[in-house]
């Protein structure tokens, strides 16, 4: 069984992306199918993700898998000072599969390298989220006809330590979107990122205001949630937090085929309201994960021939 | 799937309730059935109670299902600020059956208005706990010759905070009960479940002492924990917690078919040298939770045609 | 089913030990067995311990059972007071197998004289892990050419509350072994331990000193960890944690059928260079536990003719 941990998004060619979005479709079309019998995944989540790891642990049930693992770090071993080298090749004796989250980045790739058990990385400090970034783009297309090619996309709220929201950028960058980055000053889109679009001729705006003519232009918002750990200034993150909130009245005149989405949970950034719009697809979104993380573990795993 | 979400043994009339305990009589027969191939049940519990996650997921398991959820809330999503409308359409994108318990009365009525899902309560605040009482009346029945009419039962301890009490009373109330009510004066049968009675014609006694004559007379002694939680007093509850101990010596000339019920787990209430009577039932009564539970799942999933 | 609980390593004579390790064998060549189809294994862990948990787990998925059970004691009905019997003899209605471990000693064999539920003890308090024992005896045996019989055992490090290191001597008792004792002062080998080994006429040493000799002249170097919270001295643990480290260095001379084995999970005792030696043998040791687990969990359910 060839090792093809998944670590990073931009492990992945344009190619490779519309291979897993088609397997993740077959999937939905019947998503309990026994390929992973008498295959155990053990899911380590050194930091706590209910949405993350039930996703995951169901994509591996309903492919007749078994699981093992922890749901956060406070029991383990690593409490007991052992490191994450000799924690990785103790689990790499039980399990056929890694699928670990962890508050430090490169966690994950570190992992990949000791072990022969394929690792997918479900999430590593503010680092790659790359299983997110794949549910992002199998919903994208989805409800844009089966097209990701020329969308654009206005990412509202976190994008300065926004994981999902920088994967989702190198992820976009094989089909030509236009994106419109909206943040708070102190919240914008690193360099790094921007510096990514410029050189592969990626066209950008950045802006501090979420409006309407924003909206209208938009085929996909992607929100985000603003965290409160990420401010000194409380005063600041209460108007941040008002400015940034998407509302029904809001989509009066957007375009069609516009969905919302939002990597979930969302706290106050979306309305309650909007989840009765056409638009809402957050709910459907985080349904696609478990279809795409099928498709992700067989990826890794080298099953292919899925009809 | 019709959902048939339980949330209230109010929901059952006297028709569900034999149905459903001769389905659980038939899982006595045979616990290991493949009625849940390919199907996921999430057990979501909110508050801890490793006795009915257990229970619960033994259920699930011996059916040929699979589970998924948490133990506790402090490591989900909701810790992040996320609604318990999103946590339950989050989980319903993943289980066919959500199994919950919640410290807020209402909790599962909430839950099962906003997903197709089928909801079973396990437990909400001090308000309902069904699949205890259908154990309950499973445990009456078969220590009672296969009978429920008519029986004279005895319901000892928290009689105000007991949410296993409040709803045994509803689920009895089919069959022509007698009630003793026996509890310290700050914790007495609410006026609710008095007048409940009173419209039903159904005959019942209150008393704070807990006598040889109330003993003697009866076919079922339900005994309940009494939480010191409950008291300011504590001399008070000193008192009390020893008033309402039941000791086998006190057994001498009961009923030749009285049988001592509990919803477990007992601290100081019920003498250990009563678990080696033989109207020591409360072992058993746990036991038959798992054929119980069996029966509610499929209940709740519309399956039927049990043999 | 004959309940044959595993409490302690003594209940096993040399046959017993040498059966046992032969299952073993067979499960290495195929760990994959459906032998616990239609059973489920309880695992209590009224003490973390996610290595044991883990290594446990795997053993019964991969012979086709499924696993229910709680990972810490603090969400569990004990923490509302109640007893340790209460919650075996709830969990046995539940479960063919309970797989436990305790803070206290004797917990395990408490549990198995009220129950008919199979127990195997996964650790009690300083008192017994047997099934960490029988795989040290199968990683022994692996690596001596097949051969028990007659090997010099040096056992470094905590000694004194090193429950793994107790059932050692006990295991490698059937197969007239030679022991060096090292350890500090504080942490010396009980004298019940050496009167054990006087009675027997089982040869060994005792030195505070880790030293080439000693180490060259070895079969097998077992490792333990020297936990800090074992001394009232601090200067005293630093000490000490700096004399007892192996060094790759220091295998230069060592007999070319030497390997290190360790319970883990080790913290700074074995220095990282030394994984990368022909000698290190403690990541394999672990692996080694699942077929183990596998073999000790037929011997308790009394499954046999394994081929």
Redesign the interface.
Same mark, same amino acid.
Request: aromatic content about 8%.
């Given at each position: 069984m060839e090792n093809k941990s998944l670590v990073s998004i931009d492990q992945y060619g344009r190619d490779d992306v519309i291979r897993i979005l088609d397997n993740a479709a077959r999937f939905e079309n019947n998503p309990?199918r026994c390929l992973l019998e008498?295959k155990?995944a053990?899911t380590l989540f050194f930091e706590?993700?209910? #949405?993350t790891r039930?996703?995951f642990?169901?994509a591996v049930?309903?492919l007749g898998g078994?699981v093992?693992?922890?749901?956060?770090a406070s029991?383990?071993?690593s409490s007991?000072?052992?490191s994450l080298?000799?924690?990785i #090749?103790?689990?790499s004796?039980?399990?056929d599969l890694i699928i670990m989250r962890h508050y430090l980045e490169g966690a994950a790739r570190y992992a990949s390298e000791i072990t022969n058990v394929p690792v997918i990385n479900a999430g590593d400090g503010a680092n790659q989220h790359p299983s997110q970034t794949l549910l992002d783009l199998y919903s994208i297309r989805k409800t844009q006809n089966g097209l990701l090619e020329g969308k654009t996309i206005a990412i509202v709220g976190d994008l300065k330590y926004g994981r999902t929201v920088h994967s989702l950028i190198s992820g976009m960058s094989h089909f030509n979107p236009t994106f419109h980055f909206v943040s708070p000053d102190e919240l914008r889109m690193p360099d790094e990122q921007k510096q990514f679009c410029d050189r592969l001729g990626i066209c950008y705006t950045e802006q501090d205001e979420f409006t309407p003519a924003l909206i209208n232009c938009s085929d996909i918002i992607y929100m985000t949630r603003v965290q409160r750990e990420r401010f000194t200034d409380m005063e600041e993150y209460e108007r941040v937090k008002n400015v940034y909130i998407l509302r029904a009245e809001m989509l009066e005149n957007c375009k069609p085929n516009l969905h919302i989405l939002h990597p979930?949970?969302?706290?106050t950034e979306i309305a309650?309201n909007v989840d009765d719009t056409p638009q809402a697809y957050y709910?459907e979104q985080?349904?696609n994960?478990?279809f795409t993380r099928q498709a992700i573990i067989c990826e890794v795993l080298g099953i292919n021939h899925l009809i």
């Open positions: 309990n008498g155990i053990a706590p993700s209910t #949405r039930l996703s642990e169901t049930l309903r078994r093992i693992g922890f749901q956060d029991t383990t071993s007991k000072g052992e080298k000799d924690t #090749r103790m689990v004796n039980y399990a979930l949970p969302r706290v309650y709910f985080a349904r994960g478990l």
